[in-house]
């Protein structure tokens, strides 16, 4: 009876049962709340702390940055779900109201940063778009090759401005979308909110994932891979958290010789051969299924799609075998 005890003293207050409305309809960080509740961040934070004490609310650190939301599982998860159906007071009702149209102030000031973040940079992503074939002809590429596979929980790395995250969203259990930098998934944040999208957003680097071994069931890196200095090490972590018989999809350039990409988008490498992805995929348990090519432009895009081994790749053993096995343990 503990947790559940806990659970309920720590929504036995106002504010508390605001804050709860309000991550319910998106993720905020302490300041966020605090602008739309109209109080002080000492005492935003102090109820806070009470929330996460009980289990209720969950911290994650983006830089400086300290991002709310609430527990998805267990009893809390299953509790908070249910937060639409309370019987609140007509006062009450009015109030969170309220909140809720203050928010859509915390959803304007995010979009106006990702608009001038993109701005900014535009220039830049128009120069490199440039080089290639249309970012649509890729998605749809990247699309058909894991249609009809098992997508369930899949991990987007180096998710960028989320864009991953999005097109494969809807036909995925779960998705994590991972950056290393606070910056990027500022602006991813900003454009996932308000479509109700089942997208976790995490800061991670993409060589030590913050995730259990054969935790996922499918990996998406687009056009990230050729920022590594160790490419075969992002494939073989990929690997790693991947459960058996998932699949693992790369999409990156051709080799090329566009020195330019080095200077104008900090390229540590000049695209990937189909040899060098195939032996990186074998060294770290992956079976090559699939590649594809897209000319367009002075870049060739590639996609190649791996599969995790499984108990079900590795050949049966006979007698003959199992008797050589044993000489060799004896």
Partial sequence: MTELLDIFRALADPTRLRI???????????????????QSQPRVSRH???????GIVERRREGSWVFLRITRDGAVGDT?????????????ALVIAHDARRLAAVRTERAAVAERYFAEHAP?????????VAESEVEAAMLAMMHNRRLGHLLDIGTGTGRMAEI?????????ALDRSPEM??????KLSGQGLPVDLIQGDFLDLPMAGASIDSVVI?????????????????????????????????????????????HARLGFSDAQIRGWFASAGLLLENTETLEGGTLAVKLWLGRRRSDEDQPPVTQEGQGQRKRLAA
């Fill in 124 to 132: 830049q992503w128009d120069a490199i778009r440039s080089r290639h």
């Fill in 80 to 92: 908070i779900a249910r937060a639409g159906e309370w019987p609140y007071a007509p006062r009450e």
């Fill in 185 to 190: 998934l500022r602006i991813a944040r900003a």
């Fill in 48 to 54: 806070v702390r009470i929330l996460v004490d009980a």
């Fill in 168 to 176: 494969f969203a809807p036909t995925a259990r779960r998705v994590t």
């Fill in 222 to 266: 687009h056009q990230a891979l050729h920022f590594a200095q160790e490419p075969d090490r992002v494939i073989a972590e990929a690997s790693r958290v991947l459960r058996g018989g998932g699949h693992l999809l790369v999409v990156d350039f051709a080799p090329h010789e566009d020195e330019d990409l080095r200077a104008l988008a900090a």
């Fill in 20 to 38: 709860i409305a309000l991550l319910r309809e998106m993720e905020l960080a302490i300041g966020e709340l605090a602008a739309v509740l109209d």
